[in-house]
Nanobody
Framework: VQLQASGGGLVQAGGSLRLSCAAS????????VGWFRQPPGKEREFVAA????????YYGDSVKGRFTISRDNAKNTVYLQMNSLKPEDTAVYSC??????????????????WGQGTQVTVSS
């Protein structure tokens, strides 16, 4: 499965954005998808993950209550709705497939098939 993130942009603090992660290739496989972000000069950080059915979701502490991950398997797309954005949310956001079909943790090493990221910039 190959993934491609899109939907980034410039938004003011308190605003919202919705990112999309479109899958292509072997989309018939039951894959978990995770979102990560990497601020300038910092390490990659786990944002959220969702299992194949969408019934199970996982969030990083810094985004809980503000971000929502969802998926539409008919469209082979995973979404990340970001509300109440803060300047510290500024980063390149990327999506990736989980190494397994189940959630195995928030480490980037548990994810493969990284797509090209999309820039999110939140101004104060």
């Amino acid at each position: 499965v190959q993934l491609q993130a899109s939907g980034g942009g410039l938004v003011q603090a308190g605003g919202s954005l919705r990112l999309s992660c479109a899958a292509s290739g072997r989309t018939s496989s039951r894959y978990l998808v995770g979102w990560f972000r990497q601020p300038p000069g910092k390490e990659r950080e786990f944002v959220a993950a969702i299992n194949w059915s969408g019934a199970s979701t996982y969030y990083g502490d810094s985004v809980k209550g503000r971000f929502t991950i969802s998926r539409d398997n008919a469209k082979n797309t995973v979404y990340l709705q970001m509300n109440s954005l803060k300047p510290e949310d500024t980063a390149v956001y990327s999506c990736a497939c989980g190494r397994y079909s189940y959630y195995s943790g928030s480490s980037p090493y548990e994810y493969i098939s990284w797509g090209q990221g999309t820039q999110v910039t939140v101004s104060s």
